[in-house]
């Protein structure tokens, strides 16, 4: 028999933590705190990893910094400044990943949208060399890094492995009561600890990813 992944009540609210401005002013009113990773850079909440995501994808354009930087933090923990800022270690391994190239962070432009080409400083300076070389249309964006492998292992990933148990063949007779059936918690706790074996095998094998991408959040069309 078939077993689904039990998902828990969750509690309520409650006043767990008392927020406070930089100049110590209570802010305990209309507040709510996501603690989206554990300190060691692993996933410790997956909702509030997702209400980040929306939140930065709600933003108006006029704050692409912010909105790039809260996707690159809850994407790659450790890796963007705002991380830095919230001293949450770069990696699972408590070290950085290797640098994949000296472009990250760097603007490149497209005429297709689809193959970047050039590495500038800034946005201005991208914009100014497809104004000078571009005869059309043309898009800017920035370059950043890939999600590290080791988060896509998240609790889908790991319901998906329940999921392969129970699907086989010792698993699926009626002598099978019993057999594995976690909790949610249990799965979420399975995903965090897997995180860090995955992590660390990249490392040793030497198999971080070592190109870039352009965020599309970044992404900007220039008409000429």
């Not at 709510?32 to 410790?44: A, H, K």
């Not at 249309?137 to 392969?164: N, W, Y």
């Not at 002598?175 to 040793?204: F, H, K, M, N, Y």
């Amino acid at each position: 028999m078939r077993r689904k992944v039990k998902y828990l009540n969750m509690n309520q609210l409650y006043t767990k933590y008392h927020v406070r401005t930089p100049d110590e002013q209570p802010l305990d009113s209309g507040c709510f705190v996501l603690r989206p990773f554990n300190s060691d850079g692993t996933i410790r909440d997956p909702a509030a990893v997702a209400a980040l995501k929306t939140y930065a994808n709600f933003l108006p354009s006029a704050q692409r910094e912010l909105r790039a930087e809260i996707t690159d933090w809850v994407d790659t923990p450790g890796l963007s400044q705002a991380t830095r800022e919230l001293n949450v270690p770069p990696s699972v391994t408590g070290e950085a990943p290797p640098q994949p190239c000296d472009q990250i962070g760097k603007w490149s432009l497209s005429t297709d949208e689809e193959t970047y080409h050039g590495m500038f400083d800034s946005e201005e300076e991208a914009i100014a060399e497809g104004r000078a070389t571009e005869t059309g249309s043309f898009h800017v964006g920035k370059c950043t890094r890939p999600i590290q492998p080791e988060m896509l292992f998240d609790d889908m990933a790991a319901g998906d492995f329940i999921e392969r148990v129970w699907d086989h063949e010792d698993y699926l007779g009626d002598w099978a009561e019993g057999q594995v059936s976690p909790t949610v918690e249990q799965v979420r706790e399975l995903a965090e600890q897997i995180r860090p074996v995955i992590a660390a095998w990249l490392d040793r094998q030497k198999l971080r990813p070592t190109f870039f991408i352009i965020d599309p959040k970044t992404v900007r069309r220039i008409a000429m």
